[in-house]
């Protein structure tokens, strides 16, 4: 076996490239970062061929000086950190040394730069690994970092790279990443010589809606927590945005971008009640922390951290996020917001420049649907197809009449105290009382003083399946079963949370079933958890099973359906223990059960009852699974739709 001998520095730095330099997208991530720590302001990056030919940085930020130019290009040498306390208090993008010398190792490198008050720029040459003499140039205040030929002397490396689009896109994506975590800085990226993007200085939210994209930006919540020495601050996308594997996910730690499994997995728990586990949702965070609570030396490439108390930033983000989720509701924040354009575009209506404008700054661009490209040009509706059944409008009993005709009564009926309060208002400003009376409130007021309600009120039940409601200025179609739906798992959350149990419902007749074998072995498994939520059941004889009791809030239910799925769901979850952790996943299967179903006929009491708990229900934006439970027809979209004003 051969002697133990010590490498040589050109191969050390080679082996280092493997870590640091993985792609050229890395190496232009290193090359940014120590212009973001020279505080440049403006930073312009540039990729040839995939950022294999060639790979540019121009910054304005403070330069370095000549004699300092070889040291720049040496391993593990750097300015920014001097002991071990610099280290455990780093807040520097770069602290390592090694990233300018690992791509010198395997490129030929260019480093010029300017520091103020110099008359000229110093500049200096790397090919492969050796260093040229530091000459004079021309160059304005700051740095240029130019890396050609990445991979030149280890092309069994460049075998692995993908192709030119695909490495364009990565370094792309590492710019935009940059960008996001330093709004106030200006950038550019340049692809093969042809500006990709280009951003000027602008606040946070400017600049995750040009990255993102407005339809990102008005599908979003805001996120702002502080608690325990730590922020989070950022954006996350309503539930009914989600469309799939979102590739939308940026974690920022202290300004570093960072993939970690206990920030991904808190968002993840934090959505669990209001997206389907085969979602995945968009987000923006920027997490900052003490510098001495998250050790950012992990890896070489700085995107892998560890924190001192992972469980408290848990914690802290799982909480943050699920206060603004819970917030989801018809009084806080709409459930779709371009439930208009989408019907546009169906009927094949273009809405007019002037109508685009609105609160809105992106009123056609998705929130949660699939929607086609606009036709340009204005055009006519498509022709009337007839609905697969046609609706018909069922005729109320006259027990329901006079309930429906009560509701509204009450609502609109003026009370005594309004007149009394007239009356004092009118001795106070004239100094004597009223001697007529008051004129009659016009249309526009006549629900003033009494309880805003953002879902109206139901004018009809469409079709068996949706409600049809009227507010103020818009009409608004629900669906009942999705409402429902939630409006049950939400009362059942908060009535196990606060008895541990759900209240129980015995039945007067037992209801009983065959079971097969599965279904009677988890019963005898998981008798006791059943009855924790409220279901009693019993085998009675070797394959038939007895429904004794049932949740209190699920009595007209199917019952024998209902037991069913709650076997299969205990079987499927096994242990005891895995049942607190999926214990919101069997809620969710009980409150589809009880939930209203499409086919079912309400009164308008029983909408109105629906509607009013919606708009008192956490979350009530989407089901359980992230569907929308509303959308909204303003004016405005309905008078495109008859092509009012055009």
Same mark, same amino acid.
């Given at each position: 076996?051969?002697?133990?001998?010590?490498?040589?520095?050109?191969?050390?730095?080679?082996?280092?490239?493997?870590?640091?330099?993985?792609?050229?997208?890395?190496?232009?991530?290193?090359?940014?970062?120590?212009? @973001?720590? !020279?505080?440049?302001?403006?930073?312009?990056?540039?990729?040839?061929?995939?950022?294999?030919?060639?790979?540019?940085?121009?910054?304005?930020?403070?330069?370095?000086?000549?004699?300092?130019?070889?040291?720049?290009?040496?391993?593990?040498? &750097?300015?920014?950190?001097?002991?071990?306390?610099?280290?455990?208090?780093?807040?520097?993008?770069?602290?390592?040394?090694?990233?300018?010398?690992?791509?010198?190792?395997?490129?030929?490198? &260019?480093?010029?730069?300017?520091?103020?008050?110099?008359?000229?720029?110093?500049?200096?040459?790397?090919?492969?690994?050796?260093?040229?003499?530091?000459?004079?140039?021309?160059?304005?205040?700051?740095?240029?970092?130019?890396?050609?030929?990445?991979?030149?002397?280890?092309?069994?490396?460049?075998?692995?790279?993908?192709?030119?689009?695909?490495?364009?896109? #990565?370094?792309?994506?590492?710019?935009?990443?940059?960008?996001?975590?330093?709004?106030?800085?200006? *950038?550019?990226?340049?692809?093969?010589?042809?500006?990709? *993007?280009?951003?000027?200085?602008?606040?946070?939210?400017?600049?995750?809606?040009?990255? =993102?994209?407005?339809?990102?930006?008005?599908?979003?919540?805001?996120?702002?927590?502080?608690?325990?020495?730590?922020?989070?601050?950022?954006?996350?996308?309503?539930?009914?945005? !989600?469309?799939?594997?979102?590739?939308?996910?940026?974690?920022?730690?202290?300004?570093?971008?960072?993939?970690?499994?206990?920030?991904?997995?808190?968002?993840?728990?934090?959505?669990?009640?209001?997206?389907?586990?085969?979602?995945?949702?968009?987000?923006?965070?920027?997490?900052?922390?003490?510098?001495?609570?998250?050790?950012?030396?992990?890896?070489?490439?700085?995107?892998?951290?560890?924190?001192?108390?992972? !469980?408290?930033?848990?914690? *802290?983000?799982?909480?943050?996020?699920?206060?603004?989720?819970?917030?989801?509701?018809?009084?806080?924040?709409?459930?779709?917001?371009?439930?208009?354009?989408?019907?546009?575009?169906?009927?094949?209506?273009?809405?007019?420049?002037?109508? &685009?404008?609105?609160?809105?700054?992106?009123?056609?661009?998705?929130?949660?649907?699939?929607?086609?490209?606009?036709?340009?040009?204005?055009?006519?509706?498509?022709?009337?197809?007839?609905?697969?059944?046609?609706?018909?409008?069922?005729?109320?009993?006259?027990?329901?009449?006079?309930?429906?005709?009560?509701?509204?009564?009450?609502?609109?009926?003026?009370?005594?105290?309004?007149?009394?309060?007239?009356?004092?208002?009118?001795?106070?400003?004239?100094?004597?009382?009223?001697? &007529?009376?008051?004129?009659?409130?016009?249309?526009?007021?006549?629900?003033?003083?009494?309880?805003?309600?953002?879902?109206?009120?139901?004018?009809?039940?469409? @079709?068996?399946?949706?409600?049809?409601?009227?507010?103020?200025?818009?009409?608004?179609?629900?669906?009942?079963?999705?409402?429902?739906?939630?409006?049950?798992?939400?009362?059942?959350?908060?009535?196990?949370?606060?008895?541990?149990?759900?209240?129980?419902?015995?039945?007067?007749?037992?209801?009983?079933?065959?079971?097969?074998?599965?279904?009677?072995?988890?019963?005898?498994?998981?008798?006791?958890?059943?009855?924790? *939520?409220?279901?009693?059941?019993?085998?009675?004889?070797?394959?038939?099973?007895?429904?004794?009791?049932?949740?209190?809030?699920?009595?007209?239910?199917?019952?024998?359906?209902?037991?069913?799925?709650?076997?299969?769901?205990?079987?499927?979850?096994?242990?005891?223990?895995?049942?607190?952790?999926?214990?919101?996943?069997?809620?969710?299967?009980?409150?589809? #059960?009880?939930?209203?179903?499409?086919?079912?006929?309400?009164?308008?009491?029983?909408?109105?009852?629906? =509607?009013?708990?919606?708009?008192?229900?956490?979350?009530?934006?989407?089901?359980?699974?992230?569907?929308?439970?509303?959308?909204?027809?303003?004016?405005?979209?309905?008078?495109?739709?008859?092509?009012?004003?055009?």
């Amino acid at each position: 076996m051969s002697r133990i001998a010590a490498l040589p520095d050109h191969l050390v730095n080679q082996i280092a490239a493997g870590e640091v330099v993985e792609r050229p997208a890395a190496a232009l991530k290193e090359i940014i970062e120590n212009s @973001l720590d !020279a505080g440049a302001t403006a930073i312009e990056a540039e990729a040839g061929a995939g950022g294999v030919k060639l790979l540019r940085v121009t910054d304005n930020g403070a330069g370095i000086h000549p004699d300092d130019l070889p040291l720049a290009l040496s391993r593990h040498a &750097t300015s920014k950190i001097a002991s071990l306390g610099d280290l455990q208090h780093v807040a520097s993008m770069g602290f390592r040394g090694e990233g300018l010398a690992s791509i010198a190792s395997v490129s030929r490198l &260019t480093l010029t730069s300017r520091q103020s008050g110099q008359s000229h720029a110093c500049q200096i040459r790397a090919e492969d690994g050796a260093l040229s003499a530091v000459t004079a140039a021309a160059h304005p205040e700051g740095t240029t970092v130019e890396a050609a030929d990445l991979f030149f002397n280890t092309p069994a490396r460049r075998k692995f790279l993908k192709s030119d689009a695909t490495e364009n896109a #990565h370094c792309a994506a590492v710019v935009e990443r940059l960008a996001l975590a330093n709004p106030a800085v200006a *950038f550019t990226f340049k692809r093969d010589g042809k500006t990709l *993007f280009s951003y000027p200085p602008q606040s946070l939210e400017e600049r995750i809606a040009a990255v =993102l994209g407005a339809d990102f930006q008005t599908a979003s919540l805001p996120v702002s927590a502080a608690a325990g020495g730590m922020s989070l601050r950022g954006l996350i996308a309503k539930p009914t945005f !989600a469309k799939g594997k979102s590739a939308q996910q940026y974690c920022f730690v202290n300004r570093r971008f960072v993939r970690d499994k206990v920030m991904l997995h808190a968002v993840k728990q934090a959505y669990r009640d209001v997206l389907h586990h085969a979602l995945t949702p968009a987000f923006v965070l920027f997490l900052e922390l003490p510098p001495e609570a998250v050790d950012v030396n992990v890896h070489p490439a700085k995107t892998e951290i560890r924190f001192r108390d992972s !469980a408290a930033v848990h914690q *802290f983000i799982f909480h943050s996020l699920d206060k603004v989720l819970a917030d989801t509701r018809a009084d806080r924040t709409e459930s779709v917001g371009n439930a208009g354009a989408v019907l546009h575009q169906i009927m094949g209506v273009s809405d007019r420049p002037s109508e &685009t404008t609105s609160e809105n700054p992106s009123a056609a661009v998705s929130d949660g649907l699939h929607t086609p490209p606009a036709p340009s040009g204005k055009s006519a509706p498509a022709a009337y197809t007839p609905a697969a059944r046609v609706p018909q409008q069922r005729s109320l009993s006259l027990n329901e009449s006079r309930r429906a005709l009560d509701t509204y009564a009450e609502l609109y009926r003026k009370s005594p105290q309004d007149d009394r309060e007239l009356a004092e208002l009118e001795q106070q400003r004239f100094g004597r009382p009223s001697e &007529t009376p008051a004129p009659p409130a016009p249309a526009d007021s006549v629900s003033d003083g009494l309880p805003e309600h953002p879902l109206g009120f139901a004018i009809a039940q469409l @079709l068996d399946i949706y409600i049809l409601a009227q507010a103020t200025d818009s009409l608004l179609l629900i669906d009942m079963h999705a409402a429902a739906e939630r409006v049950n798992y939400e009362k059942m959350k908060r009535q196990r949370d606060a008895q541990g149990r759900l209240n129980s419902q015995p039945l007067l007749i037992p209801v009983s079933f065959a079971a097969t074998r599965e279904e009677t072995a988890a019963l005898a498994d998981h008798g006791d958890d059943l009855r924790a *939520f409220g279901l009693d059941l019993s085998a009675i004889g070797e394959n038939r099973i007895a429904v004794r009791a049932v949740p209190q809030m699920l009595g007209k239910s199917d019952i024998e359906s209902l037991a069913r799925d709650m076997l299969r769901e205990f079987a499927q979850v096994g242990a005891s223990q895995a049942v607190e952790v999926c214990e919101n996943r069997i809620l969710a299967t009980m409150s589809c #059960h009880g939930s209203v179903r499409a086919g079912r006929r309400l009164t308008l009491p029983e909408m109105n009852a629906l =509607l009013r708990d919606m708009e008192n229900t956490p979350r009530s934006n989407q089901c359980n699974h992230g569907r929308p439970t509303w959308v909204k027809l303003t004016l405005k979209d309905l008078d495109a739709l008859f092509l009012r004003g055009q």
